[in-house]
Structure formats: structure tokens, C-alpha cells
């Protein structure tokens, strides 16, 4: 049972924002324009004796923590090695301070943590390798929650006599811990850092996480926070900036802090339009900087920005995309748009994934009519002139292909992989191709050409125009919409 906060009467630098706070058991997030000394309230709840909480009397044991002041990255064998030599543990790393210390506090990266979990299972003298595969499944269990096409994958090192840890991203790509962008170790240290301490902690104080965070995964890490607090009954207070808040899931667990006419911050569950627009002005700016000043798609992954780069340069067009992650952001920002002004110029396109479209006669949604946007690059007249081969040879390396990639292909449901018995290079006409889940199959497709995906596309979309069918090959609502939003803003 946590204890939560209830309440807290505040007094932040003499004066400048006072008042009463009520704040819900579970998630909460404190949002406001610049300067409305946010991250000073929150310094206040980690150390204030003017706090009401659910069960008075027990101690309530707060952690202030910070990303954009958290620890410095390093190799995992390097921490590791560091941390045994330092004989550290795990209370140790994860620091149960005092609760009237109100700074905020580092936290350790993804292999310290690890590593610490690790040695703490091992103290009992059992076996280090279960050990090291129960660190590895309960560190899954938060990384699929995030990032649900990667896994943390853990092996004996017999020459080290420790783990050694990796990230796999989409079942192939195999990343040291090192080697992951910033957003992505900080949005992972964060989630497996408060997942591990929810047995020493009833209340996580966290100045904005979405730091050094893509936009699109701001989301993700949210639902985390969401799902986290209902699981464990846990309470967060969480100041932010992103425009997640504005979302209907976490409007209600939102307060703000404004500038009143007198020049006093107040505290408030609503907001009017215009401060509204002033508090998400800061995160939509990050958005568009940079970008709409130029048509801009965004796309569900860099493979179809990949596409949608080659498809604007055969069309000698400057438009900008920005990958979003998935389906549901694209959808997401697609509604932003049509109640804020300034997105004129932007495009947002999804796979089709055997659905229909959610947003049908809207000009600036495409909602592919193909399963995915792969499925556009196996128009076999044209694969087979860039994999310079027959037509027939070409069915043949896709058939290939798809053979091998049962197991993705058919996931679930293996039952159904005897059909794959009956599937014949003669059976891959355009219509079946346009059904198929061609993502899990491209990269095996492409390799025999000698190519990578980069390569393919360019010398593909070159083919296409060549012989007068990019429209055909490649989706012409797209073609279209590019050539539309490539006029200037008054001919749009």
C-alpha cells in the first residue's frame, strides 16, 4: 500500500506562488508557462513539512528525480567492471535519501542498473546464469511496455564470467546499450530505474522526462507512468511541457500554473485558450522548427521517410518527414492539426494494415490501401529490372523470402504456416502482394540483390519514373499530394 500525497500548502521564493494543492493518488502532472517556478514546486513537495497524505503518521518516502540532470552513459562492460570493484549495491545505487533533502537526484543508466539487480539476485549462491535470465525478463517486461519491437537480451560471457547485455530492435538489429540514441537510454533508464524502485518509494517527483525524448515517444513513456501508478499504487508528480497533457486520457490529472494580472502565479485545473496555447506553444515550436517551413509528412518509421526522400527527389520537391513511431501518433497528430493553425502544409500518412481509413476524404490523411508501404516496392515488373533478373527469377527470391520469414509472418497464428506448402511463385500476383505484411519480409528480399534498403529504393523509384509509373508503382494519392503541397503556401 503506497501513501500517497493529498494536499500541500505551498510557499515557493516569498510569496511569488502560494496556495493549497490537491493531488490524486496515482498519476498527476503539473504543466504551465514559462517561469511559473514549476520545477521549484516540485523541489518544495520533496522537502516541505506542509504535506497531507492518506495514511498519516507512516513515513512517506519521496524520490525527487531529474533526466536533464541524470548520470553520464557508459560501455556496459565498463560499468560493470566498475561497480564490482566498487562492491555496489543495490540499495546503495538506488538512494533512498532523506526525505528533507529537496534535491533531485541521478539515477543509474540501463547496464548499472542491470548490473546491480543482477548481483543482488546472486547473493543468495544460486545460479548466476537463472539469475541473469530472471534480470533479463523482468527488464523485458518494461522494455516492451515501451518499445514493443525491442528486446534486452542477456548471454554468458565465459571469458568474463559475467553478462553481457544488448539491445535487439525488430528481432535483427543487435545495438550495445551505448549505441542507442540519447532519447532512447533516457526514456529506458528512467522507466527500469522507477519500475525497480517501486518497493522503496510510495511517490516519484520527475521534472520533465520528456527531455532529451523524440516528441512521438513522449506518449509512450506517459502511458508507462499511467499503467505503472494503477499496477503498483504508486503516485507520480510530474512536470512537464509536452502536449500529451492536452490529450482527453490525462487532462484530468493536470494542473497549471499561470501568470495572473497582479504578476502572481496561480494554480489552476483549467486554463483559457489563450494560455492553453501558450503553455503547448513551447513543444509544438519544437515540432515545427525547423520543418514546416516546408511541406512535411509524417510517417510511422525512417524506412518510410526513407521512401517518401527518393519519391521527393525524383519529383525534385523539398519536403521534410518525421517519424513518429506509430500508427496511434500519426492519428494523434493528425487531430492536433485540425484545431490548431500552422499545419497547412503538413502531410500524415499510415499503413494500411489490412484496415480502413479512419479519416476517409481528408486530403492531408493517406491511409495506404496496400498492407504497408513495403508492398509498393515489390511491383515485380520493376523489382525484377533493379534485382536484374527474370520476372519469374524475382516471384522466385520473394517466394524465398517470405519462406524464411514465416515464423513473422505468421506470428500467432503457426497453424496456418502449412499453407506456405502450397504457395507457389505463380501465386504472388499484385493483388496477393498488396495483402502481405511486406516489412517482414523486404530486408530478406533485398539482400539478394547485393543492395541495402537505401540503395533499393532509390534505384527503384529511379525504374519507376524511367518507364513512366511512379503513379502506378508508388501510391498516387501520395504522388499527388506531394505535388500539391509542394506549391507555395498561397496556391495551397
Request: hydrophobic fraction near 35%.
Amino acid at each position: 500500500m503506497g501513501n500517497p500525497i493529498t494536499s500541500a500548502i505551498v510557499n515557493v521564493q516569498n510569496g511569488l506562488l502560494t496556495g493549497e494543492i490537491t493531488f490524486l493518488p496515482g498519476l498527476n502532472f503539473i504543466s504551465g508557462e514559462n517561469g511559473t517556478l514549476k520545477t521549484k514546486l516540485l523541489q518544495s513537495l520533496k522537502s516541505s513539512a506542509n504535506l497531507t497524505f492518506a495514511n498519516p503518521g507512516v513515513v512517506c518516502r519521496r524520490q525527487a528525480i531529474s533526466p536533464k540532470r541524470n548520470a553520464e552513459r557508459r560501455a556496459f562492460q565498463d560499468a560493470f567492471t566498475q561497480l564490482r570493484r566498487d562492491n555496489t549495491k543495490l540499495e546503495g545505487l538506488i538512494n533512498e535519501r532523506n526525505i528533507n533533502d529537496g534535491t533531485f537526484e541521478k539515477y543509474p543508466a540501463v547496464g548499472d542498473l542491470f548490473y546491480v539487480v543482477y548481483e543482488d539476485l546472486c547473493r543468495d549462491g544460486k545460479d548466476q546464469i537463472e539469475h541473469m535470465h530472471q534480470t533479463e525478463d523482468t527488464f523485458n517486461d518494461v522494455v516492451s511496455r515501451i518499445f514493443p519491437q525491442y528486446t534486452l537480451r542477456a548471454e554468458w560471457n565465459l571469458a568474463t564470467g559475467n553478462p553481457t547485455i544488448e539491445i535487439v530492435k525488430h528481432g535483427k538489429t543487435h545495438v550495445p546499450l551505448e549505441g542507442l540514441s540519447l532519447g532512447e537510454q533516457e526514456i529506458l533508464s528512467l522507466a527500469l530505474n522507477i519500475n525497480s524502485s517501486r518497493d522503496r518509494f510510495d511517490v516519484f517527483l520527475i521534472d520533465e522526462p520528456e527531455v532529451h525524448l523524440n516528441w512521438h515517444l513522449e506518449e509512450k513513456l506517459f502511458e508507462f507512468f499511467d499503467d505503472y501508478c494503477n499496477k503498483y499504487n504508486r503516485q507520480m508528480i510530474i512536470v512537464t511541457h509536452s502536449r500529451a497533457i492536452f490529450k482527453p486520457r490525462y487532462y484530468p490529472m493536470t494542473q497549471f500554473l499561470y501568470w495572473d494580472p497582479a504578476g502572481i502565479i496561480k494554480i489552476a485545473k483549467d486554463v483559457t485558450p489563450e494560455q492553453r496555447q501558450r503553455i503547448a506553444g513551447d513543444a509544438i515550436e519544437i515540432i515545427q522548427l525547423g520543418t514546416f517551413d516546408k511541406p512535411t509528412v509524417f510517417v510511422e518509421d525512417d524506412r518510410t521517410a526513407t521512401v517518401i526522400h527518393e519519391l521527393a527527389q525524383a519529383l525534385g520537391l523539398d519536403i521534410a518527414t518525421s517519424p513518429t513511431g506509430n500508427k496511434s501518433n500519426i492519428r494523434s497528430l493528425f487531430q492536433f492539426s485540425r484545431t490548431n493553425p500552422g499545419w497547412d502544409r503538413c502531410l500524415f500518412l499510415e499503413d494500411g494494415d489490412g484496415e480502413g481509413s479512419p479519416y476517409p476524404n481528408q486530403p492531408n490523411f493517406l491511409h495506404l490501401e496496400k498492407y504497408c508501404l513495403e508492398c509498393y516496392l515489390l511491383d515485380i515488373p520493376i523489382a525484377a529490372v533493379v534485382c536484374q533478373k527474370t520476372e519469374q527469377e524475382t516471384r522466385q527470391a520473394l517466394l524465398r523470402a517470405i519462406i524464411s520469414n514465416k515464423d513473422k509472418i505468421f506470428k500467432h497464428n503457426k497453424f496456418l504456416e502449412f499453407l506456405l506448402d502450397h504457395l507457389t511463385a505463380e501465386s504472388l500476383t499484385e493483388d496477393r502482394i498488396a495483402k502481405l505484411d511486406a516489412s517482414e519480409i523486404i530486408d530478406s528480399f533485398i539482400s539478394t540483390t547485393g543492395k541495402d534498403f537505401s540503395d533499393y529504393v532509390r534505384t527503384y523509384v529511379g525504374q519507376a519514373q524511367a518507364v513512366g509509373r511512379l503513379s502506378d508503382a508508388l501510391p498516387a494519392p501520395l504522388v499527388e499530394a506531394f505535388k500539391r503541397l509542394a506549391k507555395p503556401p498561397d496556391h495551397v
